[in-house]
């Protein structure tokens, strides 16, 4: 089902926001009996009343690296969630419309309210909301209880098993997966209660280009909720576009409720970082629902937009007319203590290292990122390469392809508005070497490329000859990752050049289609330093990259070479396995955000193709 809504939670004179994050209660379940809860009712009442042990657990956050429990760390399963809440009466008195919104929970969750099931939500990292007036108690106190079960199937994006073994207490429940990260689980993203009047302003898509240097453009289009909205009188969109200094610079009157166009004469164009004085330039497009001129609005809602082009051929990335050439990285949310638990201080330095070492871009990878992360992304000019979250598929069939496209569905619905979003990745990884790709991957992009709001459709692969690619016939971009002189090669930074180079034409030869290289790196542990280099040193790091900017920069010559995204922009917690140690390494700043050598090299090189030296 098309996603309708979620438009993010703001503040306005017909809205109220109010956060419920903070500390919460959490009960474990028994591993080896998830429906325990449910079947003991567990929602029916406070978890207090439960004989189960109770936990502090804050949200946002990751539940596994909170306490010193082993147990909770590795748990497979569901865990239970509970907070109570006050709604003040006059939002009853008012007529107004409660909504509860999670940002995201990972990885599958049902919400309570009072008692009374609210809301279901499967894949992580996205958000999910209802309408909950009828299960509230105003003016006095309410419950919310959320189940959480973290495990992964053959079915879930991304895919992983439970295994069930001995151990020297009994059982053990494992589960395992083939992705290289934590299955980090919990309330990842904040949670909030908010209101709408009862005709609002249900959801906005909007469309930007530059038709000349000067001329912005926003075509937009608008759903209004309550079905009644035809049958109010003289209802029509107050539609203000406002500059950084909140003058006014394009209005209209919109009778229909649903389309219309905005021109902006002078307009700022939406530049990214380092490629203007003033990147991340945004408007904001206020909308206000009236009846009639003198009346307060029915409903205001204000939303952020840059306004630039987008366009892409055969050889070419472009924006605002200009070709891009991508500097970054591939991400984690991830970070001590609070795992993929949204941080807006680890955030704020995140952006603040991009910003020190010169990229414009990063990948999601491998799953969407918060929207909160969306909208610095904006703000600071970072291109962002939206990744949904498949990761290593596999198995190729009907029922994994439809919640594939789920994600994708829901992924960009979330995310098109963002100026800073240049290109959906609909995959990483995946076993495209095998036949049953083909129609699966086929499928997959023409549903995508129907929904893809004028972006380019790329994904990572890894096949080691690009005509084995059962999936990167169906791109716009071509992606690849390769690890040589780590995963291939292991200590030859001698066999980095000329291979990577080679490579690169070869996907280009077979596709005829921009190409990008989402992934290179080796894993280096900070504070060892080996003469000559030998891996895992930050000396081998720094060859390793000095090695392939020398590609990258043969590379260049050719125009459709559009850019490097080094693996990882930060080390970052992993399952355990004897080939990590305390994680992935590959960062090239610390899991605490501090730079390895490595760093200062990238540094010099993105500043100088930044600034074409
Ligand atoms: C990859 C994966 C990434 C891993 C990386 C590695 O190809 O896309 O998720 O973390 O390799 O370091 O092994």
């Given at each position: 089902?098309?996603?309708?809504?979620?438009?993010?939670?703001?503040?306005?004179?017909?809205?109220?926001?109010?956060?419920?994050?903070?500390?919460?209660?959490?009960?474990?379940?028994?591993?080896?009996?998830?429906?325990?809860?449910?079947?003991?009712?567990?929602?029916?009442?406070?978890?207090?009343?439960?004989?189960?042990?109770?936990?502090?657990?804050?949200?946002?956050?990751?539940?596994?690296?909170?306490?010193?429990?082993?147990?909770?760390?590795?748990?497979?399963?569901?865990?239970?969630?509970?907070?109570?809440?006050?709604?003040?009466?006059?939002?009853?008195?008012?007529?107004?419309?409660?909504?509860?919104?999670?940002?995201?929970?990972?990885?599958?969750?049902?919400?309570?309210?009072?008692?009374?099931?609210?809301?279901?939500?499967?894949?992580?990292?996205?958000?999910?909301?209802?309408?909950?007036?009828?299960?509230?108690?105003?003016?006095?106190?309410?419950?919310?209880?959320?189940?959480?079960?973290?495990?992964?199937?053959?079915?879930?994006?991304?895919?992983?098993?439970?295994?069930?073994?001995?151990?020297?207490?009994?059982?053990?429940?494992?589960?395992?997966?083939?992705?290289?990260?934590?299955?980090?689980?919990?309330?990842?993203?904040?949670?909030?209660?908010?209101?709408?009047?009862?005709?609002?302003?249900?959801?906005?898509?909007?469309?930007?280009?530059?038709?000349?240097?000067?001329?912005?453009?926003?075509?937009?289009?608008?759903?209004?909720?309550?079905?009644?909205?035809?049958?109010?009188?003289?209802?029509?969109?107050?539609?203000?576009?406002?500059?950084?200094?909140?003058?006014?610079?394009?209005?209209?009157?919109?009778?229909?409720?649903?389309?219309?166009?905005?021109?902006?004469?002078?307009?700022?164009?939406?530049?990214?970082?380092?490629?203007?004085?003033?990147?991340?330039?945004?408007?904001?497009?206020?909308?206000?629902?009236?009846?009639?001129?003198?009346?307060?609005?029915?409903?205001?809602?204000?939303?952020?937009?840059?306004?630039?082009?987008?366009?892409?051929?055969?050889?070419?990335?472009?924006?605002?007319?200009?070709?891009?050439?991508?500097?970054?990285?591939?991400?984690?949310?991830?970070?001590?203590?609070?795992?993929?638990?949204?941080?807006?201080?680890?955030?704020?330095?995140?952006?603040?290292?991009?910003?020190?070492?010169?990229?414009?871009?990063?990948?999601?990878?491998?799953?969407?990122?918060?929207?909160?992360?969306?909208?610095?992304?904006?703000?600071?000019?970072?291109?962002?390469?939206?990744?949904?979250?498949?990761?290593?598929?596999?198995?190729?069939?009907?029922?994994?392809?439809?919640?594939?496209?789920?994600?994708?569905?829901?992924?960009?619905?979330?995310?098109?508005?963002?100026?800073?979003v240049i290109a959906w990745?609909?995959?990483?990884?995946?076993?495209?070497?095998?036949?049953a790709a083909e129609p699966?991957?086929?499928?997959?992009?023409?549903?995508?490329?129907?929904?893809?709001?004028?972006?380019?459709?790329?994904?990572?692969?890894?096949?080691?000859?690009?005509?084995?690619?059962?999936?990167?016939q169906f791109l716009d971009?071509?992606?690849?990752?390769?690890?040589?002189?780590?995963?291939?090669?292991?200590?030859?930074?001698?066999?980095?050049?000329?291979?990577?180079?080679?490579?690169?034409?070869?996907?280009?030869?077979?596709?005829?289609?921009?190409?990008?290289?989402?992934?290179?790196?080796?894993?280096?542990?900070?504070?060892?330093?080996?003469?000559?280099?030998?891996?895992?040193?930050?000396?081998?790091?720094?060859?390793?990259?000095?090695?392939?900017?020398?590609?990258?920069?043969?590379?260049?010559?050719?125009?459709?070479?559009?850019?490097?995204?080094?693996?990882?922009?930060?080390?970052?917690?992993?399952?355990?396995?004897?080939?990590?140690?305390?994680?992935?390494?590959?960062?090239?700043?610390?899991?605490?955000?501090?730079?390895?050598?490595?760093?200062?090299?990238?540094?010099?090189?993105?500043?100088?193709?930044?600034?074409?030296?």
């Amino acid at each position: 089902r098309p996603t309708v809504g979620l438009l993010y939670p703001r503040e306005s004179e017909t809205r109220e926001v109010r956060s419920l994050d903070g500390v919460w209660q959490l009960l474990k379940s028994n591993a080896s009996d998830p429906l325990q809860g449910i079947r003991e009712e567990w929602y029916k009442q406070t978890l207090r009343s439960t004989d189960h042990e109770i936990i502090f657990m804050p949200v946002p956050a990751s539940y596994n690296d909170m306490t010193v429990d082993k147990q909770l760390r590795d748990h497979v399963g569901t865990v239970w969630y509970e907070r109570h809440f006050f709604v003040p009466v006059h939002w009853s008195r008012d007529r107004v419309r409660t909504w509860l919104r999670f940002g995201s929970v990972h990885y599958q969750a049902v919400v309570w309210v009072n008692g009374q099931l609210a809301l279901r939500h499967s894949i992580g990292h996205l958000p999910f909301e209802g309408e909950i007036g009828r299960l509230i108690n105003y003016g006095s106190e309410n419950r919310i209880t959320v189940m959480v079960d973290n495990r992964l199937g053959n079915r879930t994006i991304p895919q992983g098993q439970v295994i069930k073994q001995p151990s020297d207490e009994g059982v053990a429940y494992i589960q395992t997966y083939t992705f290289d990260f934590f299955n980090y689980a919990g309330i990842h993203r904040s949670v909030h209660l908010y209101t709408t009047p009862e005709t609002y302003i249900q959801d906005i898509e909007l469309k930007t280009q530059i038709t000349t240097n000067e001329l912005g453009r926003i075509d937009y289009h608008l759903t209004i909720g309550n079905g009644s909205v035809s049958t109010v009188k003289n209802t029509y969109m107050l539609v203000q576009l406002r500059d950084r200094n909140n003058v006014v610079v394009a209005h209209q009157i919109n009778h229909n409720l649903q389309n219309g166009t905005l021109l902006i004469p002078n307009v700022k164009p939406w530049w990214p970082y380092l490629m203007h004085p003033h990147p991340g330039y945004m408007y904001t497009l206020e909308l206000q629902l009236k009846v009639d001129s003198s009346a307060a609005p029915l409903d205001v809602y204000r939303h952020p937009v840059g306004i630039r082009s987008l366009s892409w051929n055969n050889n070419s990335l472009t924006l605002n007319g200009k070709p891009l050439y991508l500097r970054g990285f591939g991400k984690h949310e991830d970070s001590d203590i609070r795992g993929k638990g949204l941080d807006n201080a680890v955030l704020m330095r995140d952006f603040n290292l991009l910003k020190w070492i010169g990229a414009n871009a990063y990948r999601t990878s491998h799953y969407p990122y918060s929207e909160e992360s969306m909208q610095f992304a904006d703000e600071h000019g970072i291109m962002i390469i939206d990744e949904c979250p498949s990761v290593n598929t596999d198995i190729f069939e009907p029922q994994l392809l439809e919640n594939h496209m789920s994600a994708l569905e829901q992924l960009i619905h979330r995310d098109r508005n963002h100026a800073c979003v240049i290109a959906w990745s609909i995959a990483n990884e995946p076993r495209t070497k095998k036949k049953a790709a083909e129609p699966y991957f086929g499928a997959l992009a023409n549903y995508t490329k129907s929904i893809a709001q004028g972006r380019p459709l790329t994904a990572a692969a890894n096949v080691d000859t690009p005509t084995a690619c059962m999936m990167s016939q169906f791109l716009d971009i071509i992606g690849f990752n390769r690890y040589n002189a780590w995963y291939h090669n292991p200590g030859r930074t001698d066999m980095i050049v000329q291979p990577m180079y080679d490579e690169a034409r070869k996907w280009h030869e077979r596709y005829r289609k921009p190409v990008i290289v989402f992934e290179y790196g080796g894993d280096t542990m900070e504070g060892y330093h080996s003469l000559p280099a030998y891996i895992w040193s930050e000396d081998y790091q720094t060859e390793l990259f000095s090695k392939h900017f020398k590609a990258f920069d043969k590379l260049r010559e050719l125009k459709w070479f559009i850019g490097e995204f080094v693996w990882n922009f930060a080390d970052f917690k992993t399952e355990q396995t004897f080939t990590r140690v305390g994680g992935n390494k590959k960062g090239v700043f610390t899991r605490n955000r501090q730079p390895k050598d490595a760093a200062h090299l990238l540094r010099k090189r993105y500043h100088a193709i930044a600034f074409k030296l």
